[in-house]
């Protein structure tokens, strides 16, 4: 037997979220039924599956030791050397400069050298978060970035700040406004497009129309030109709706695909002029609270940017 004690950042879950990250060798069928028979326990009473955990409380366990094997992986960052352009950090969060060809999390090709790696090595060396003392959180990313798009990534410090900053987002209460490189001089000098995005899961790639059909959500992108030179438009773009490839899709489906853009524009030249990534960057946030903001109150109003000389295309303007 075993007793777990919920901590500060356990709490405000339900019974069987944090069974499944502080019990992760526990299959989900055996979960349900040791809660149901009475094998797992809070605070020594039989609890139901969706019971919501309190600071203090003890949940106690009648399971094999089996269960409680560790896993080397989830570890593995405490011997990763952290490589971090940190724009802003607190107790509660961090905001970090992602360069383009970093993917923010795991995939089947990369498992260490992840940005939420390099953020969790931070904090470890920093003495913020100790995984040993942990039992079902971990420092978070609460927005992503696609790997070959550079810009600013949210990372929550805390189980508070992660609940908070999620909900905001969800809420669209931050404006997120990125600098993009587009082939060709727009018609307008500012706009803000309208269209239709369906995803292809699949292909990992997307569509947009410009008219409302089954299946097609939505999407709004304002732009104004910054700049122009050559054949190229700087443009800053902010996100009134927030989906996969939403600028790199939407600028391209009027005529003006990212410089360097292989998935949705015709990438072959800009491959010879040495261009491996997208021109696209997240460059600045703004905090834009319509509610109360907890803990995070104090970032309501704020804005947070890049350094522009890190903006690799800019050079081109």
Not at 268 to 276: N, V
Request: glycine content about 6%; hydrophobic content about 35%.
């Amino acid at each position: 037997m075993r007793t777990l004690y919920i901590t500060k950042n356990d709490a405000g879950q339900r019974l069987d979220k944090f069974l499944t990250k502080a019990v992760k060798a526990l299959p989900k069928s055996l979960l349900y039924k040791f809660i149901r028979t009475k094998k797992i326990k809070v605070n020594r009473k039989r609890a139901d599956i969706g019971y919501m955990l309190c600071e203090g409380d003890s949940v106690e366990l009648f399971i094999s030791d089996e269960f409680f094997a560790e896993n080397a992986a989830d570890t593995a960052f405490t011997h990763l050397t952290p490589h971090l352009d940190i724009v802003y950090e607190d107790e509660n969060i961090l905001l970090v400069d992602k360069q383009p060809g970093i993917i923010v999390h795991s995939d089947d090709n990369e498992e260490i050298n992840t940005l939420i790696s390099h953020i969790k090595a931070y904090l470890y060396r920093k003495g913020e978060y100790d995984p040993a003392s942990e039992q079902s959180f971990a420092p978070s990313l609460c927005n992503r970035i696609d790997r070959n798009t550079g810009g600013i990534v949210i990372a929550a410090k805390n189980a508070a700040a992660l609940r908070v900053m999620n909900e905001k987002i969800r809420a669209d209460e931050l404006s997120k406004y990125y600098l993009c490189a587009v082939h060709g001089h727009m018609e307008k000098r500012a706009d803000t497009l309208t269209g239709y995005l369906k995803k292809d899961s699949d292909n990992n790639i997307v569509d947009i129309i410009r008219e409302a059909r089954p299946g097609y959500k939505k999407i709004i992108t304002k732009y104004r030109v910054v700049a122009e030179r050559n054949s190229l438009s700087l443009l800053e773009v902010e996100l009134v709706t927030g989906r996969t490839h939403q600028i790199r899709a939407h600028l391209a489906s009027i005529g003006h695909p990212l410089l360097g853009d292989g998935k949705y524009g015709v990438n072959r030249d800009d491959k010879k002029r040495g261009y491996k990534f997208q021109a696209l960057y997240a460059f600045r946030l703004e905090f834009r609270f319509k509610s109360d903001g907890g803990i995070l109150s104090y970032l309501n109003g704020r804005r947070f940017e890049v350094d522009r000389n890190k903006i690799w295309f800019l050079g081109e303007f």
